[in-house]
Nanobody, 122 residues
Framework: QVQLVESGGGLVQAGDSLRLSCAAS?????????MGWFRQAPGKEREFVAS???????FYGDSVKDRFTISRDNEKNMVYLQMNSVKPEDTATYYC???????????????WGQGTQVTVSP
């Protein structure tokens, strides 16, 4: 069964750093997938955060550019989101996603994790 499992969320203070991890159990070769991170705050739509292509090109949402870094380890079937200088507006549930591309819309992905909560206090 295909699974994406996020971890690393928690409660942090503004200005802190946090690293989210996503462990992928997939039937196809992990390196074939484009991987993405999205987030959703209560009452808001799901928002693109970052993605990384098979060739390891990276893409970022405007609100996290220069603060967050996405990376992947194909040998470990892992993708990471390093979050620096976090802000209260980064508070959301963060979702890992896998697809055949590294698009900026949720429709580009067909596999989703259950999410991990990140809460940033002022």
């Amino acid at each position: 069964q295909v699974q994406l499992v996020e971890s690393g969320g928690g409660l942090v203070q503004a200005g802190d750093s946090l690293r989210l991890s996503c462990a992928a159990s997939v039937t196809a070769v992990f390196s074939f997938y484009g991987m993405g991170w999205f987030r959703q705050a209560p009452g808001k739509e799901r928002e693109f955060v970052a993605s990384i292509s098979r060739a390891e090109y990276t893409f970022y949402g405007d609100s996290v550019k220069d603060r967050f870094t996405i990376s992947r380890d194909n040998e470990k079937n892992m993708v990471y989101l390093q979050m620096n200088s976090v802000k209260p507006e980064d508070t959301a549930t963060y979702y890992c996603a896998a697809g055949w591309s590294a698009g900026e819309t949720s429709g580009a992905y067909h596999l989703w994790g259950q999410g991990t909560q990140v809460t940033v206090s002022p």
